[in-house]
């Protein structure tokens, strides 16, 4: 069963706007870490907000935040003012902290690309 | 700076030929993983290891195998390449065992296989 759900495979918006990309989980582990990761065209991933179960406070760092719905099991990235620099591919992923190693399930991602 | 190298960013080989991919950290990491990329399929975990000679099948491990002899080395080793082994093979590690400890992934292997 698909465990991270990104249901947008490709998003647009204007330079400077906000944006927000979904993702769901679904998880019967109490505990448990959520991440977004950047994937530019040159490929490699960059790490870029993690969000713990039991964290009270959304994530932030810098423009991005990560609006964490405990009850809706959904963890959607909002980048602020965004740039051009922001177009790439994003990923969500989920680490089940039962798990061997912080083995973690990746999402199909969203691409999103930003105008000028 | 932290680091993940990976021996090759591009390699062509040929379908029943023997295909080392090989994965060096510089950061001590316990964790190291092995994902391969597809089009619309995201990332999907080969396999991983949590120690040095511990390994673990992912969700696709069939056609691969692993070694991990040395903390900073993992190598992914496919021991019959075929077409369908064509594909972007990314490499991460991470500290084990702390909440939190996200992912770090070397520049990806592009792999085709003729």
């Known amino acids: 069963a698909q465990k991270i759900t990104q249901t947008q495979p490709g998003m647009f918006v204007q330079e400077k706007e906000a944006v927000t990309l979904d993702c769901t989980y679904d998880t019967s582990d109490p505990s448990y870490g959520l991440f977004w990761y950047k994937q530019p065209s040159s490929g490699e991933m960059i790490f870029l907000i993690y969000q713990g179960s039991y964290d009270q406070q959304n994530a932030t760092e810098g423009r991005y935040s990560l609006n964490f719905q405990k009850a809706r099991k959904s963890a959607n990235l909002v980048i602020s003012a965004s740039q051009l620099g922001d177009s790439a591919m994003y990923f969500c992923?989920?680490?089940?902290?039962?798990?061997?190693?912080?083995?973690?399930?990746f999402g199909d991602g969203t691409t999103l690309t930003v105008k000028p | 700076d932290v680091k993940v190298t990976q021996s090759s960013r591009y390699l062509v080989k040929r379908t029943g030929e023997k295909v080392f991919l090989e994965c060096v950290q510089d950061?001590?990491?316990?964790?190291m993983f092995w994902y391969r990329q597809d089009p619309g399929l995201g990332l999907r975990l080969i396999y991983f290891?949590?120690?040095?000679?511990?390994?673990e099948k992912g969700d696709i491990p069939e056609g691969y195998s692993v070694s991990r002899e040395k903390k900073e080395r993992f190598s992914l080793i496919l021991e019959s390449a075929s077409t369908n082994q064509t594909s972007m093979y990314l490499c991460?590690?991470?500290?084990?065992?702390?909440?939190?400890?996200?992912?770090?992934f070397g520049p990806g292997t592009r792999l085709t296989v003729l």
């Open positions: 950061m001590d990491h316990e964790n």
């Open positions: 991460a590690s991470s500290y084990r065992g702390q909440a939190g400890n996200e992912q770090f």
């Open positions: 992923a989920m680490r089940e902290d039962n798990t061997n190693a912080g083995k973690s399930t």
């Open positions: 290891s949590y120690d040095v000679k511990m390994k």
